[in-house]
Each structure stands twice: as C-alpha cells, then as structure tokens.
C-alpha cells in the first residue's frame, strides 16, 4: 500500500489511487468576486476549484466612468472617449466624463473627480499616465472594474515590476477588479449584431494579434467578447477563460498568449473550460528561446518552460496552434460544428491528384480515412465511372459534379454510419462544375448532422461560389489551405473524444497527507543534496521499490553485505556530492565472489580518495539486469510548480532525450497517456524477442512520485529515478538509482 517502507508494490493503479485521495471530492466552488474561501485544496494546500469573476458588470456596464476625458481635437484621450461613449450607447450605459477643468466633455456633463461621480460606476477607464492613485480613489468608492492603459509597468524592467505590484495591491486591498496596465480598446470595439449561432469569445495579450480573429465576423462568423489582458496586474486570461466557459452564447474560446500569469490558475480554469466542453483554442509564444525573451520583454511575466505549457494545455484539452490563420480557423470550426457522428473522414475531389495529395497529408496529420465498404463503392459507381477509384478518397472524375449525380454522390458518403467528416478540395474555380459542386455540398450540409468541409484554393477569393455560396453557409466550414483544414478537423475530432472521456483530475487529487510524508519529511536535509542510499530510503517512504542493499564502511562488512543480498552484486561509492559515479568508475557490476567484493571496496575508496570525495560508506546491492530502463523525475517550473518527467532512462535519457511531462494533479489515464508519447513506447511491449514490461508498476511509481511531489512540495527541489527497471509484465519495477535535491 502507498506508504509501505518495504520494498513491495502493488500494480492495481486505479485503486491505489482512488485509496490515496483521502477522502471524497468536495463540491465545486461557484465563486464571483476577487477572493472567496476555497473548500477544497489539495496536499500542498492548493485550490482544487476555481473562482469565476462575475465579469457580466465589465461588458454590460449599467454606468461608466472616464477618467481623463477629452474631445479636444487630435488628442488620443479625444479619439478613445469618443469610441467609449459611442460603446456605452451601444450596451446601454450612461456615461460620466471626469476631468479637472472641464464643465462637459462631447456635450456631456463632466465632473471633476471621482467622489464628484453622480452615482455608483460598474467601471471606469482610466486614460491617465500614472493610474495608482486612481486605483486607490475608485477602490474607495466602490467601483467594481477599472481598465489601466497606461505602459510603463513591468514590460519595462524591475522598477516598473515595482510599479505594477503596487497598482495590483491597491485594487486587490480596496477590492476593484482591474484591467491591464498596458491594455488597449479592444473590449470596446463593435461587434455584428446581425449574426447567429455560438460565438467565439477572445482573449489576447497584444490587440493586434487578435485582428486575424476579430475579422472573422465578415466572413459570417459571430464574437461575443474580446479580453485584452495586458500587462495582468489583477485580471488575467485564466479568469476569463472560467467566465467565458460560463456563457451559453460562447460556442469557443480562442487566445493569443505570450506568458501565463499563474499556472495553476490557467490549469482550473482550463479545467472547467473542459468541463463545460467549451473549446480552447490557444496560439502561444515562446516555443523557442528568442520568442520567450520577446514574450518576457513585452509583457513582464513568465514565459515558464514551453515543454511544461505544451504538456498542460494538452492534459486540460487546450488545443495549442502555431499561427493567427490556424487560431482563427479551428477556432471557427469548433465554435460552430456540431458533435460527430463517427471519426472517419473521406476526402471527396474533382480531381484524382487534388483527392491523393489532400489524403497523404491528412493521414500524415492522423486523420483516420476508412476504406469505404463493397457496398458504398458499389452505390458510389451507379453515378461514378467505374474506373476511377472510390475506397477514399473518392474521386468523381469531374463530370458527375455538374448534373443531378453529383447531390447524390455526396449523400450517399455522408449516409455512410463510418464518416464522420466529408472534406471537399476545390482546387480553383472551374465553372461550371466548380460552382455546381459548391452548391451541392452547401445544401447537402442544410440535411446532415455531420461536418462539411470545403477548402476553396483560389488565391483569388472574389468568386461567388466562394464569396456568396461557401461564405454564406452556416453549416459549411470553408477554408483557403489544406493545412489549415487538416489541423482544424483533426483538433475538432480531438476535442471531442477527449470531452466525451474527460473526467477532472481535481476530483481524485490527494485532500489529506498520506502516512509516507512524515518519514519523507524525517529524510529530507535543507539545502543538500541526498546521497544515492537516503533518496532511495526517500523512494522506500513512499512505497516504489529499490534493490536489496547494505551501505557498509569496511571490506569485510561488504563481503558479509554482498553474501545477505546474494551473489551477483553491485556496489557504489555513496555520497550526497557524487550525482554521477559512472563517469568517475565509482560503479562496478556483476560481482560474484568475496574476494571481487573485497578487491572492489578498496579500489572504490582509493578512486573517492583520490578525486577528494568523502564517502558516507560503499553500496552492496543486489544486481537487477532483465527489464527496460525508464527514469522518473520530479522538478519544479516556474509557473506550474512540482511537474514530474518519465521516459527512456539509462545513457538513453540524455542521449535521445525521450521523455513526457506531467503536470500534477492528474490520474492514472494521463499517466499512461504520458507514455504514449514517447518514440520508444514500443520497448514496453516487448522488441527482438524481450518480453512486455510490467507497464501497470511504472504507471503506479509515476503516480507514487506524484503523491511525493505534491507532498513535499517545495521541500523536494528535485528528484531523478534512473534507471527505473521496468521488470516483465507481473514483476514490477525497480529504482536502481536515485537522485534527490532538497530545498
């Protein structure tokens, strides 16, 4: 059982660690404001629920202030209070211009400082270069939100990290939710009325960035809200994330991100993102070290490391892109498309060429295209020469496109109970056929409950099958590349598979401490570095298993060690200073007599001696070969804290590098799931004769490392298990070596 300070392990994973959570998950916290008691935190006093701030207030203000007004010509404070008061008219609220020396403001009246305001203000915009004292005089009039335009804070360097810490502290003592600083207009910019269907709410760090999303209401495609977060003093994007999942209307969420403020956070709010089934669509810098310097510089926060934020956003279900034109599209696409049918995809063509190219880069991506049945070919070639082929893709040959056989071409693939997604490739615009198949495939689409996809490829774009026939569908998803297509179907099949299963690690994640803390806690030296035999003693605490061993000071006591632990033996020199005794020949294997144990205990001391390292004893241990070496790690990162690490261990670890993240809290499905993701998974089920590894024990001491990282938090800065001997299918898993780092 978790805790044991024996050496056994249990490999029934699901109910060691349903056992381990303590006690039943709490309720959900359904909490507006700034700060509310959190029920549920988990072992390292973190909160299993997040707040949802009650936003409705910032968007649909009922009164709004505008501090620093202005309608003297050719001034920016002029151009921005005429955009808010034309905003204000558009939502219904009453405006108050606030100016010292100003009797109105464009025909308003205009009153000269907050206290002076005529009635209680939802939200004030601040169009002032030094909002601090503002902050302070708005908190103390109650006013619920304040938009901070103002640069100069934590973008530019330490003093103005400064600056902004003392504006956060301000609107956070006096309780006002703030905007920015270094925000923009976004938030207040006009949306179409005129259209229907889920919208797509946005978040961005820097407002150009969300133009690309932004202009998809031109193309008949609705938004709802536009989240310019800024600097994020106070309100970030996971608070808006948690309010937008909230919203019937929003349909999907798609963000430009240049740094997380706080990763737990964005991990509750992603969290109940996935609860909701609400999409997350995610364009985030900072893949490279040039783009987390830019990030950094730019915005003042944390880019955090790239490996950990790609592994988070894939376990909470974040679907993370790489351009503007992919954001815009996929987040389109799952904001309108209804759930699938089925997964398979057919790719349907004028063309033979357009239909082979589209499928070997959709399977490429992962996309699944089933053959078509005997059957369906069969009915496909009543209206399809007989010579073209129609498994999938299906090729019409052209002509069919153009008469009355090319409507039931394309309900006879979308009948089929294997297909999922129909795409259509038009290459460029052939009329007639062209402008025949663009309108078949849009009324098609009016009687089916599965995704139609067209990609138009005319560099042109001004066409009327394209402008009026594809644009003018709701129901067809139009995009201009294939690729563009691919990565969109492929993220909308994605979601959804991962929603239908989803079930939030929060739930099951650790309440209470278990027994193993407090003799983790006993082990543990602050500030130093734990010798080979404390971090497996560490490893023992927690019940993952480690070899037979002595640490002994004598020959003789190695010769009585090596015969109580049975022949063959390893021994190593140990001592906390000695992270790698390879490299330094403090390691010998396969010892098998008393004289080479005896021999082997003075040549390790004399090396140690001589390379000024001063052991704690010599290791005798039992020597453990059949199995797959895996390392299992712990390190801390900046934004997410504890994350834990499993791949190829052994020499392969820093040699290919093969390894997956988790980000805690998370189950035993995202545990395996991690291994999936590695190159060498196929190891595990047994290669060249070797049999299948016991994959159920490393799934458990993932886990176990887990529970230890939660646990001990920041008391355990670091944690290397490897190799990790993964033992035949039954036999569990062995830590051979271990490396641990106290904080």
């Not at 558009?90 to 009797?103: I, N, Q, T």
């Not at 400082?113 to 915009?125: R, Y």
């Not at 608070?239 to 430009?256: K, N, Q, T």
């Not at 297509?485 to 929603?499: E, G, K, N, S």
Request: with cysteine; hydrophobic share 40%; charged share 20%.
């Amino acid at each position: 059982m978790l805790g044991s300070t024996h050496g056994t392990l249990t490999t029934n994973s699901r109910h060691a660690r349903v056992a381990a959570c303590g006690r039943p998950p709490g309720p959900a916290v359904h909490v507006h404001g700034r700060s509310a008691a959190v029920e549920d935190v988990d072992v390292s006093g973190r909160p299993l629920h997040s707040t949802v701030p009650d936003l409705d207030r910032f968007f649909r203000p009922e009164s709004v202030a505008v501090v620093g007004a202005s309608d003297t010509e050719g001034r920016p404070n002029s151009g921005i209070t005429r955009q808010l008061i034309a905003w204000a008219e558009r939502v219904g609220a009453r405006l108050h211009p606030v100016h010292p020396s100003r009797p109105a403001v464009f025909g308003l009246p205009c009153v000269p400082s907050v206290a002076d305001l005529p009635e209680p203000v939802d939200l004030a915009v601040l169009l002032v270069r030094d909002p601090l004292p503002l902050v302070e005089e708005l908190a103390s009039a109650k006013v619920k939100f304040a938009v901070a335009f103002a640069s100069g804070f934590a973008e530019t360097g330490p003093e103005g990290a400064a600056s902004q810490a003392r504006l956060s502290a301000a609107a956070r003592r006096g309780g006002l939710r703030l905007l920015g600083p270094n925000t923009n207009l976004n938030a207040f910019e006009e949306f179409r009325e005129d259209l229907e269907g889920p919208a797509i709410a946005l978040i961005t760090q820097s407002g150009h960035q969300g133009r690309p999303v932004f202009t998809l209401q031109e193309l008949g495609i609705r938004l709802s809200h536009w989240a310019p977060t800024g600097n994020e003093a106070d309100l970030e994007t996971a608070d808006f994330i948690s309010y937008f999942a909230s919203r019937p209307e929003v349909g999907a969420i798609a963000m430009y991100v240049e740094g997380l403020k706080d990763g737990r956070s964005f991990l509750l709010a992603a969290d109940r993102a996935a609860r909701a089934k609400v999409p997350v669509v995610a364009v985030k810098v900072g893949r490279t070290e040039t783009g987390a310097r830019t990030a950094a510089s730019h915005t003042g926060k944390l880019t955090g490391s790239d490996t950990v934020v790609d592994a988070a956003m894939r376990q909470f279900g974040v679907i993370r892109v790489d351009g503007l034109d992919e954001l815009q599209d996929t987040a389109a696409l799952l904001a309108r498309a209804r759930p699938p049918r089925a997964e398979g995809v057919v790719v349907y063509s004028i063309s033979g060429g357009t239909g082979a190219h589209f499928s070997d880069l959709a399977t490429a991506a992962g996309l699944p295209l089933p053959t078509l049945s005997p059957e369906k070919q069969a009915e496909l070639h009543q209206w399809i020469p007989g010579d073209l082929s129609v498994a999938n893709p299906v090729d019409n040959g052209g002509h069919p496109v153009g008469d009355w056989r090319g409507r039931k071409i394309i309900d006879a693939i979308l009948a089929d109970p294997s297909v999922g997604v129909l795409i259509c490739p038009i290459t460029g615009p052939f009329p007639p056929m062209s402008d025949k198949l663009a309108q078949d495939l849009v009324d098609a689409a009016e009687h089916t409950d599965k995704l139609v996809c067209v990609v138009w490829g005319s560099p042109v774009g001004t066409e009327p099958a394209y402008r009026t026939t594809l644009l003018g569908s709701s129901r067809v998803a139009t995009f201009r590349t294939f690729a563009n297509c691919i990565t969109a179907v492929r993220a909308y099949l994605d979601h959804h598979r991962f929603t239908a299963s989803y079930r939030s690690p929060f739930d099951d994640a650790p309440r209470t401490p278990s027994p193993s803390v407090r003799k983790a806690q006993a082990l543990l030296r602050p500030g130093e570095r734990l010798s080979e035999h404390a971090a497996k003693q560490l490893l023992r605490a927690y019940g993952i298993r480690v070899p037979r061993e002595q640490l002994v000071t004598s020959a003789a006591a190695a010769v009585r060690a090596a015969g109580q632990v049975g022949y063959p033996v390893v021994m190593k020199a140990s001592a906390p200073q000695l992270a790698h005794k390879t490299e330094l020949g403090l390691v010998r294997l396969g010892l098998t007599s008393a004289s080479q144990v005896r021999d082997t205990y003075r040549d390790l001391t004399d090396i140690a001696r001589y390379e000024g390292v001063e052991l704690d004893g010599v290791l005798v241990c039992q020597m453990v070969e059949r199995g797959v070496e895996m390392v299992v790690g712990v390190t801390h990162d900046s934004l997410f804290g504890p994350t834990v690490t499993v791949g190829l261990g052994g020499v392969l670890v820093e040699v290919l590098r093969d390894t997956a993240v988790g980000v805690p809290p998370f189950g035993e499905d995202q545990a395996r799931a991690m291994l999936t993701e590695l190159r060498g998974r196929a190891l595990l089920d047994g290669v060249r004769g070797m049999p299948p590894a016991d994959v159920d024990a490393l799934v458990e001491v993932v886990l176990r490392v887990q529970r230890m990282a939660l646990e001990l938090g920041d008391d355990l800065a670091e944690l290397d298990v490897n190799p990790l001997m993964v033992l035949p299918r039954g036999q569990g898993a062995v830590a051979l070596d271990a490396l641990a780092v106290c904080r």
